[in-house]
């Protein structure tokens, strides 16, 4: 199956206010889209506020940010330099050359492909996931270290790795500038509580640094959401 | 290698058509709907008839053969075929071919393919209540997504979020001047016109690069030619509404600067690889040195050359049956590769007067990539018993023409041109080809290139594409 199979309909839910998985569950969904398919876990937050009815794209026209596109969305998301974002081996740039062609990108000169390939690859999933974890991997590095930290500011991490209080300013304000720098929006209060959420579930997991976790995760979670990814 | 790749060269020209595909189709199915979107936007693909590609039919291939003239032997004549063709098109208008639920004639009134099922008349219902969505104004225009889209498309990357704050504060009457000016900015960002920029990628599969044999910056092992040229050339007549046409008929090069990226007419003094065409003969991208090399090649009629710029400026295949204007008395085959033959004769009365033009050009024979009017008695006096008859006049749209520079003048002002033009715009931009609902807005757009409105610059052209519905209707 390939995965613009699916991810051609789904496009269309980037139009819709893109708030929450369980939220377009309630939906309306295209013809022919499995709701539960590749949702991961549902969370159980009791009933479900369906909200209005949303107004759909008729012509839901989306195209997925190509290589480039996606390197400079994510140097400008996360105050990165565009050599930052990505480098296989710490040397190749994972946009501009190794996964260029997966990311929709051409390779002309030596390869003779001239035009972008006409739908994702097989491939395409692995290798945008693989490019934004490493530029929120080190964005977090870069900001829980920093003094004048770009995402992750005053969020009240213990010596022990946790934060001390996953409910302060300093988290929601993090959440609210990553959504901004990332998705040109503010996060709905629905997403915060999902993202918060997400840290008590690492925290409770027992790992060693839940804390720099979470603010690589929450950064992966956005980034790689419809809404991230396409345009 | 090289011997290789002549042979398969040779192979793809001497392949032809079966003989029930009907080249002519296209254009006839045209004549009689003229009004279809489909023709509006060129003439339909073999597709409207065919499965992938000829002889095996669609649905609606197969319900018109039924219709042709029952009981004839197979395969028709051409004139038999064009002759019984209207009345087999009415005779099937009202059934549904691929039982989508619309007749053929609503679905070729639509622009939707009525031999295939998932391709259906989609109109777009804005009436009633649509509901909520905060974020986008689904079923219209909307100056937001355009903002955000332009940066994206233009520039390479999203408006910053100071930037689109500054956007949605504007008066609403002042939105499209910002968003007019943010296009202005990105059409000469990095991304737009500088290496591997997007024109670049516009170019590529006109100039097809190979790097092996690349002179000049960056050359390969066995340099040959430096298509730096051709990029330069190709972007210039893109950018700041130069004439879009000298792709075509530009008589001179350009020189590329970097950080930040410019390109300027190349003086007397600046590097051009080696360029070896005549002023008076050059063709803009068709006699550079790099395209010489790589489509003439050692070939004494060129058909590769002219198929190619057929293809990639006038966006008329000829191995796809698409822009067959066959010249009475053609092909005469001066080469002798046997093109005369009834199957092979269907194209290459078109091909090969399409391809005259190109005689005098040196491909790697003779002087490399210049133009010498006893090419093919010095060179070629081996290739056929008429080879030295073959003229150097030809024809293009069944036009006659007396040499390339000619044929570039007639391509370069064509409808073809203007089309193809803005249809590689139109599919960097969209992601798609024009779809029916699109046409009228297409159309548009290609008569205005040609007109005065936009008199052939190509940034005029973009700045009204981001008006249309087609491009800022989510």
Known sequence: MRPDKYLAPLCALAFLACDSTDELDGGTLPPGVDASADAGTPVDSGPIDVGPVFAESAKANLRIKSNLRLRNDLAQALGLAPNEVCLEMGQYSCTDFVHAVALGGVEPYTLGLNEPQSHTTLTTPIAVERVVMAACTKRALDDLGSAQPVIWKDLGIAADGKLADPGTAGVTNSITTLYQRGLLRDPKAREIEHLTQLYRDLEADGGANPARDWAILTCFSVLTSLEALFY | ?474
């Open chain 2, 1 to 474: 290698m090289r011997i290789h790749t002549l042979g398969v060269m040779a192979a793809v020209l001497a392949w032809s058509w079966p003989a029930d595909a009907k080249p002519t189709a296209p254009q006839a199915f045209c004549n009689q709907y003229a009004e279809s979107p489909i023709c509006k936007g060129g003439i339909p693909a073999c597709t409207m008839c065919h499965l992938a590609s000829p002889p095996t039919r669609n649905s609606f291939g197969m319900a018109i053969e039924s219709m042709l003239l029952p009981g004839s032997p197979r395969p028709l004549t051409n004139e038999d075929f064009l002759g019984a063709l209207p009345t087999a098109l009415r005779g099937i208008e009202a059934t549904d071919a691929d039982g989508d639920g619309y007749t053929n004639l609503a679905e070729i009134l639509a622009g939707t393919q009525p031999g295939a099922g998932e391709s259906v008349p989609r109109p777009i219902d804005c009436s009633g209540d649509l509901g909520f969505n905060e974020d986008w104004s689904v079923c219209q225009y909307d100056v937001r997504l355009v903002f955000k889209k332009l940066h994206l498309d233009f520039c390479g990357r999203s408006p910053s979020w100071d930037e689109y704050q500054t956007f949605k504060a504007l008066p609403s009457a002042q939105q499209p001047a910002a968003i007019h000016a943010a296009l202005d900015r990105c059409l000469d960002s990095e991304f737009w016109i500088g290496q591997d920029g997007q024109l670049w990628q516009l170019a590529h599969r006109k100039i097809k690069p190979l790097q092996a044999i690349k002179a000049g910056d960056d050359a390969g092992t066995i340099p040959l030619a430096d298509y730096y040229d051709d990029y330069g050339l190709f972007v210039y007549t893109q950018m700041d509404n130069h004439d879009a046409r000298e792709v075509l008929t530009a008589d001179y090069f350009i020189t590329r600067r970097r950080n930040p990226t410019s390109y300027v007419k190349a003086g007397n003094n600046d590097p051009i690889g080696e360029q070896g065409v005549a002023v008076n003969r050059r063709a803009g991208l068709m006699t550079t040195r790099w395209n010489l090399v790589l489509n003439v090649m050692f070939t004494a009629l060129p058909r590769t050359a002219a198929a190619q710029a057929y293809r990639s400026f006038l966006g008329v295949d000829i191995g796809k049956q698409e822009g067959i204007y066959s010249v009475e008395g053609e092909p005469v085959d001066y080469d002798e590769k046997g093109v005369g033959s009834e199957v092979c004769a269907r194209c290459h009365a078109t091909l090969d007067p399409l391809a005259y033009p190109f005689k005098n050009y040196q491909g790697l024979t003779g002087n490399i990539g210049s133009y010498d009017p006893n090419r093919i008695q010095d060179d070629f006096r081996n290739e056929g018993a008429n080879i030295n008859a073959m003229p150097e006049a030809g024809y293009i749209f069944g036009q006659p023409v007396a040499d390339l520079v000619q044929w570039a003048r007639v391509a370069a002002d064509s409808d073809q041109f203007a089309k193809a033009t803005v249809l590689d715009y139109w599919k960097l931009l969209l992601g798609h080809e024009v779809q029916a609902t699109e046409q009228e807005e297409f159309e548009a757009l290609w008569r205005d290139l040609k007109g005065p409105t936009h008199n052939y610059g190509v940034e005029k052209m973009l700045h009204a594409l981001i008006e249309t519905e087609a491009y800022g209707a989510p």
